[in-house]
């Protein structure tokens, strides 16, 4: 059983950056989808960003061109660059592959405000 650890996240200033990590146990990581989600308060969960196995990426409207998922297989580790943050970034960040396949992590929580 895969299970997922999230890192990385904090308070943080509009404009700010942030990286989350994603540590996967598993030797089968390599082979999944792996996607960053989200969950502000009062919202559903939603999909922020994923990368395929061979590195493929898409993004969510909302954060193109602000945030950059990444993966490094060898570590069995997912990142998600997180930069010009905004206030409606606020939320609890998870991994997990692409559909969702995984038993969820605690969460990174990302609060941006001044």
């Known amino acids: 059983q895969v299970q997922l650890v999230e890192s990385g996240g904090g308070l943080v200033q509009p404009g700010g950056s942030l990286r989350l990590s994603c540590a996967a146990s598993?030797?089968?990581?390599?082979?999944?989808?792996m996607a960053w989600y989200r969950q502000a308060p009062g919202k559903r969960r939603e999909l922020v960003a994923a990368?395929?196995?061979?590195?493929?990426?898409n993004y969510a409207d909302s954060v193109k061109g602000r945030f950059t998922i990444s993966r490094d297989n060898p570590k069995n580790t997912v990142y998600l660059q997180m930069n010009s943050l905004k206030p409606e970034d606020t939320a609890v960040y998870y991994c997990?592959?692409?559909?969702?396949?995984?038993?969820w992590g605690q969460g990174t929580q990302v609060t941006v405000s001044s």
């Open positions: 598993g030797s089968i990581f390599s082979t999944y989808r």
């Open positions: 990368i395929s196995s061979g590195g493929s990426t």
């Open positions: 997990n592959a692409d559909p969702v396949l995984l038993a």
